[in-house]
C-alpha cells in the first residue's frame, strides 16, 4: 500500500509539473492538450469505475482548453486521496466490475487498475514531453527519482 501511495504522490506531483508548464507556453499545442486532457479524463473514469459507479458517459479523448485541464487535475487528485485514504491493503485485491469505452465487460482487481493508471499517465506525460521537445521547449522533469529527492 506505501508504494501505491507514492507512486499516487508522484502521479499527483507530475500532473500538477506538467499543468505549469503548459500553463506557461504561449501559444496553446493543440495535440499537447490533447494528450495531457486524456491522461486526466482517463484518470476521472477509473475513479468513478474504482468507486463502483458507471462511466460510460464519461469522454475518454476531448478536445478541452488548458484551464479543464487544471479543474480535472484539481477534482482528480482530491478523489484520488480521498480514495487512497480510505482503502484497506485488503481491499486491493478485490474485483471490480466494469465496462470499458467500447461496451465490454472486464473484472479487474483495484490492484491492478491502479497500477494501470500510474503507468498509463507516466506513458503519456512521456509523450507530451517528446512533443515539447519537437517544439524547441524543454521536456518537464517529472522522474520519479526526482519526485523523491
Not at 13 to 27: C, F, G, M, P
Not at 49 to 59: A, K, N, V
Request: aromatic fraction near 8%.
Amino acid at each position: 500500500m506505501k508504494t501505491i501511495q507514492k507512486m499516487y504522490e508522484h502521479l499527483n506531483w507530475a500532473n500538477q509539473r506538467i499543468l505549469e508548464t503548459l500553463r506557461s507556453i504561449e501559444d496553446e499545442n493543440q495535440e499537447v492538450c490533447r494528450l495531457f486532457s486524456h491522461i486526466l479524463f482517463a484518470e476521472k473514469v477509473w475513479i468513478t469505475r474504482l468507486r463502483g459507479l458507471d462511466s460510460s458517459l464519461l469522454p475518454i479523448w476531448s478536445e478541452v482548453g488548458i484551464e479543464v485541464c487544471a479543474e480535472l487535475v484539481m477534482q482528480n487528485e482530491e478523489s484520488l486521496t480521498t480514495f487512497l485514504t480510505n482503502l484497506a491493503n485488503t481491499d486491493l485485491d478485490k474485483l471490480i466490475s466494469y465496462t470499458n469505452s467500447k461496451g465490454k465487460e472486464f473484472k479487474s482487481s483495484v490492484r491492478d487498475i491502479l497500477t494501470h493508471v500510474a503507468l498509463h499517465g507516466h506513458y503519456h506525460r512521456g509523450q507530451i514531453n517528446s512533443r515539447l521537445r519537437a517544439d524547441g521547449i524543454e521536456p518537464v522533469n517529472i522522474d520519479f527519482i526526482t519526485f523523491v529527492r
